[in-house]
């Protein structure tokens, strides 16, 4: 058994036990990393207040090959994405790259450059001033990348005709089969996404994007994500 | 392991439906039961029985209770123009330990939780809004827990009953009575500190 530090991100918490937790994180070079904390939800613990979900932390952690579930030592807050979670809208919608991120991430397996982009998108989210569903577009976009699974850009369409969008590959062009037709904003705004990996870009689309990536992700990863049946409850 | 014993295997099973009781635990308590006098282990069977048959939730706070409406919804000495709402049962007993409060509750069961599918639609909040649609609320306190889930609960509660023009507040979060500073953790002194009060 081996001591170890790293940075991390709440992905999510289940309670285990009387007063335990067992809390996942996504951490740069155990990707998927799950800890047992031990009596995290007693009132005096000094760690159950900072395993809020999504929170950026520095953890300590006791790994021991061939267990799935390792020890947490000490956890300390590096950023609590305040701003993001006193606005509701982005609360919600966040949780879509959060389960996007949960389930790219492999259990033991470096991922550097997805913990990067779920920070970086986090962070941004907390001062964006525009829609949130565009930028839960934007972060998806930027995980699915990182992930490996970036949706094909074609920078013009045919001309005369709108770009379509396949959700086994991306933009599609004449004669190529599409699951649907992109507007010229939602267009432009994924083309842009493309573009800009550090911050999301102001785009109005009207949402659209948001209504791509999720049909992307939901085919690509052949999963079903729950944040987005509480998504479409909440703001359809 | 006991093969030959189907009924044990079975009990075994129920419990490990239990939250937190893992197989050994569930084995444990198993072995227990069947090695405890006879009548300890039907008094158990029959309090499980008895409980599920008569505990329902009031038809007007949705805390758990064996009369509808429960006894504090009736109680003539309660303010009900005042609701506390809460996630759980368990938070109800625990506000009424404290003493001093005199309003009526209102229980979730559950917080706003996308990650694991909870939405307003899972929780009892449309009953809340009748009630309060039904007239005589001047207060609305949220006693959610305070973790990411109980504060989009509590912004959502704001966004929905603001609307309807009532006074919608928040319980303090901070440090606990007898709790020494230096042992309090960075989010709660930070909380603390944005909800202090004039004294």
């Known amino acids: 058994m081996s001591q170890e530090r790293t940075e991390a991100i709440v992905l999510r918490g289940v309670d285990f036990g009387e007063t335990s937790r067992i809390v996942t994180f996504l951490a740069p070079d155990r990707g998927r990393l799950a800890c047992m904390v031990q009596g995290a939800r007693r009132p005096k613990s000094g760690l159950g207040p900072v395993l809020d979900t999504f929170n950026h932390l520095e953890l300590v952690y006791y790994w021991k090959d061939g267990r799935s579930v390792q020890k947490l030592g000490d956890a300390a807050l590096l950023n609590g994405f305040a701003a993001l979670k006193a606005d509701l809208d982005k609360a919600v919608y966040a949780a879509f790259p959060l389960e996007v991120a949960y389930k790219v991430a492999q259990e033991n397996e470096p991922s550097h450059g997805l913990f990067a982009a779920l920070v970086r998108g986090l962070e941004d989210m907390g001062r964006w001033a525009g829609s949130a569903r565009t930028h839960a577009a934007w972060q998806v976009w930027r995980l699915m990348t990182e992930a490996g699974l970036a949706p094909a850009v074609i920078e013009e369409g045919p001309p005369g005709r709108a770009v379509g969008f396949s959700y086994d590959f991306g933009m599609a062009g004449a004669g190529a089969r599409a699951d649907r037709k992109l507007s010229p904003a939602c267009h432009g705004a994924l083309r842009a996404f493309a573009r800009c990996p550090d911050s999301c870009p102001a785009r109005d689309d009207a949402g659209e994007a948001f209504d791509v990536l999720r049909g992307y992700a939901v085919r690509q990863l052949d999963a079903e994500f729950r944040s987005l049946r509480v998504i479409d409850q909440m703001f359809r | ?199």
Do not use: W
Request: aromatic fraction near 4%; charge should be negative; proline fraction near 4%.
């Open chain 2, 1 to 199: 392991m006991f093969l030959d014993a189907p009924s044990v295997e079975r009990l075994i099973e129920a419990f490990r439906k239990l939250p937190g009781v893992g197989k050994r635990s569930a084995e444990r308590y198993a072995l227990h039961l069947l090695s405890a006098p006879e009548e300890d282990a039907l008094f158990l069977s029959e309090a499980v029985r008895t409980a599920r048959e008569r505990v329902t939730t009031c038809s007007i706070c949705c805390d758990l209770t064996e009369t509808d409406p429960c006894a504090l919804c009736t109680a003539s000495d309660r303010d009900r123009s005042t609701i506390c709402v809460v996630e759980r049962p368990a938070a109800v007993m625990a506000i009424e330990k404290g003493g001093t409060y005199r309003g009526v509750y209102h229980v979730l069961h559950g917080a706003l939780s996308p990650l694991d599918g909870i939405g307003p639609d899972e929780l009892t909040v449309g009953r809340l809004m009748k009630r309060i649609e039904a007239g005589g609320v001047s207060e609305v306190i949220v006693a959610t827990n305070a973790t990411a889930e109980g504060e989009a609960t509590a912004l959502y509660l704001s966004r929905q009953i603001g609307e309807r023009g009532i006074a919608v507040s928040r319980i303090a979060h901070g440090v606990p009575m007898g709790g020494g500073l230096e042992y309090a953790d960075d989010v709660t002194l930070s909380h603390a500190l944005q909800g202090r009060t004039r004294l």
